[in-house]
């Protein structure tokens, strides 16, 4: 009896270390905006974390809609690269704010939250830019050498 696989062409963004490492820092981030929230940590913290979330909840909208595919007009990776840079300056500051001064506890455990969260922007970062390298899209897109016109 023959058996059909059925190959799919790519993984669904849910399921890809990409997918994975950008929900991880959805939920890091997410928790410290709850922590900072509870505790009443000053409103930049809150902020920040908030527009964090708000940020990286709408990129992963759009991996699992597929709409970077549609849009071809917009270079998407270069701008998760920048969102991922930009995010880890911020998350970085309102981590080392959080843990510096003597504050309540929710907000040294909000604080570490955004410090891991800052390791999984990076990791992010480096994902996206491993793409770039190996499975460029966009105009930039490299042509084998040997390929003829």
């Excluded at 597929?66 to 998350?91: A, H, Q």
């Excluded at 190996?134 to 050498?145: A, D, I, R, T």
Aim: with cysteine; aromatic share 12%; proline share 5%.
């Amino acid at each position: 009896m023959d058996t059909v696989q059925l190959k799919l062409k790519h993984r669904p963004f849910c399921f890809s270390v990409k997918g994975h490492v950008k929900m991880l820092r959805l939920a890091l981030t997410a928790a410290s905006m709850t922590f900072f929230i509870i505790a009443q940590a000053p409103e930049p913290y809150i902020v920040i974390t908030g527009f964090e979330v708000t940020v990286i909840f709408f990129f992963i909208i759009l991996y699992i809609l597929r709409l970077d595919r549609l849009m071809k007009w917009l270079f998407w990776p270069l701008l998760d690269i920048i969102n991922s840079l930009v995010t880890t300056v911020f998350m970085l500051i309102v981590a080392v704010l959080a843990l510096i001064p003597e504050t309540t506890t929710l907000t040294v455990v909000g604080g570490v939250c955004a410090l891991v969260a800052v390791v999984c922007c990076l990791a992010d970062g480096a994902l996206i830019y491993r793409k770039l390298l190996f499975n460029p899209s966009g105009p930039y897109q490299k042509k084998p050498v040997h390929e003829k016109k």
